[in-house]
């Protein structure tokens, strides 16, 4: 259970990806629309930044679960540096 903890560090950054790509395709120059999708993901992001930090706070440096094959595959590491960069960049996006 806590290697999947550190995938909500994921979801932080896949929000805010959502967002840039909302603003991009919207149409006009400030759709309104657009612009509420995006201040909800910001939010959302931020809120995954703050419960990153607070499993980083409660149970310390988490490993996520290797994504791909046996030789080759990606992986979250949950540390005190990553959940406050991923702070950083929530509250700035």
């Known amino acids: 259970m806590s290697s999947l903890v550190a995938l909500v560090a994921l979801v932080s950054l896949l929000a805010l990806?959502?967002?840039?790509?909302l603003c991009f395709a919207g149409a006009g120059l400030r759709p309104r629309r657009t612009m509420v999708a995006a201040e909800v993901?910001?939010?959302?992001?931020?809120l995954?930044?703050?419960?990153?930090?607070?499993v980083?706070?409660?149970v310390g440096?988490?490993?996520?679960?290797?994504?791909?094959t046996d030789w080759l595959?990606?992986?979250?590491r949950l540390d005190a540096v990553s959940a406050t960069?991923?702070?950083?960049?929530?509250f700035v996006g």
Do not use: E, H, I, N
């Open 17 to 21: 990806g959502l967002a840039a790509v």
């Open 41 to 46: 993901l910001a939010l959302g992001a931020v």
């Open 48 to 54: 995954g930044a703050a419960a990153s930090v607070l």
């Open 56 to 58: 980083v706070a409660l």
């Open 61 to 68: 440096t988490t490993p996520g679960p290797r994504l791909g």
């Open 73 to 76: 595959g990606l992986s979250v």
């Open 85 to 90: 960069m991923l702070a950083l960049v929530s």
